[in-house]
């Protein structure tokens, strides 16, 4: 069923302080589910992460200090992501696993943290729809996709686009049949309520709404 | 932009050992979102809760002592669901929990729970695909849907369903344009890669590569 060798694959996904659960959930699901995969959940230190709610919090699995080699890296975003754009260790770290990494991948505003890490110059590159303002400071091309890959950096658009991301990237890892096997088992048939999850489905007014709501979230 | 009075709304969503972090993640986002809600993470004790993985640790906010009148009740799914069904104890809460709540709602096999705490009795609902065996005995009609209002009680399918119901949720609890908004603000725009995230789209060779998983997920 897929094509793994005997070692495990290891993936570490970055939480820190503020970010969005969702972003990094799906992917989180969809990841630990691959056979021979073993998922850390790494933050700086091993306390507590509190979620951008302020209500989750996450125990991470692991620290920084412990994983330096992953085969597959994932930054999900979230209102908490201004902070890791300025916090130089973390920046460090995730440039050092991306030297050896396979795949370094986010999520929504992740893909920021990648950009300020200094990895997608010249490269083209998506993130959360309301956060375009701030790509231009990475030397990258962001593009309003579902995800982009681009060599072996795969940034996915906002929030839910992160599961679209890592059901491409199981494909990628082990075989389309376990893809299919995946998004069967999350049972992955969604049908939005109302279409307008999509900045260019939504009318101005919802737009507005969508922007106070994240601009109120973010400030809280 | 809402109909909301000056009350705190009250959310209460049950997690417990082996339940799967992404059928609770979706509806967690979306109901901290709404104004004027508070949105409660409740465990029988304030011990951190092992997901269905084994990996993702998360921190209750308060226990089944502390919250008996949610104006909104949730119950997630996942391989911990078999446990919870012979919990008397929680089915005794969640029973006491329903005579109150404006909704009681369950994402893939949390309907099962629902259904052991005797709330389907006579009802239509639906639940996780690959579990609808177990369905039979709580005198409930199960039906292949992505999620079924009967009353207040909604049940949604597997997984990635939750975020589907609680959408529908947000606009019965607030109104079309909220829901309208958290699509937006969760890019909830999704293109299954492969399609195949419904029984009735996938292959039988698909379909049983997925239980095998399943059934492994659950036994370890």
Redo the contacts between chains.
């Keep these: 069923?897929t094509s793994e060798t005997s070692r495990e694959r290891v993936v570490a996904i970055l939480i820190y302080p503020g970010f969005?659960?969702?972003d990094m959930?799906?992917p989180?699901?969809v990841l630990?589910?691959l056979p021979d995969t073993k998922?850390?959940?790494v933050a700086e230190t091993s306390d507590?992460v509190m979620t951008d709610?302020g209500?989750?919090?996450?125990?991470p699995?692991a620290t920084m200090a412990d994983i330096s080699t992953p085969d597959v890296f994932l930054v999900p975003g979230g209102p908490g992501t201004m902070a890791v754009l300025e916090n130089k260790q973390v920046l460090e770290w995730i440039k050092t696993v991306h030297e050896t990494s396979t795949w370094t991948t986010s999520v929504?505003t992740g893909s920021l943290i990648l950009g300020a890490a200094g990895l997608l110059e010249g490269l083209i590159a998506t993130t959360?729809?309301a956060s375009q303002q701030f790509s231009d400071r990475f030397g990258a091309t962001f593009v309003a996709e579902?995800y982009v890959q681009e060599g072996k950096i795969v940034t996915a658009?906002?929030?839910?686009?992160g599961?679209?991301m890592v059901?491409?990237l199981a494909?990628q890892l082990a075989d389309?049949?376990?893809?299919?096997?995946?998004?069967?088992?999350?049972?992955?048939?969604?049908?939005?309520?109302?279409?307008?999850?999509?900045?260019s489905?939504?009318t101005e007014k919802?737009?507005n709404?969508?922007l106070k709501?994240?601009r109120d979230?973010t400030a809280a």
Tied chains: 1, 2.
């Design positions: 069923m969005t659960a969702l959930i799906g989180y699901d630990a589910t998922v850390h959940l507590l709610t209500i989750l919090g996450v125990q699995t929504c959360y729809w579902r658009a906002g929030v839910s686009a599961v679209n059901i491409f494909s389309d049949e376990i893809a299919q096997v995946i998004e069967l088992a999350l049972e992955y048939d969604p049908t939005p309520p109302f279409g307008t999850g999509s900045i489905k939504a919802i737009a709404l969508a709501l994240i979230r």
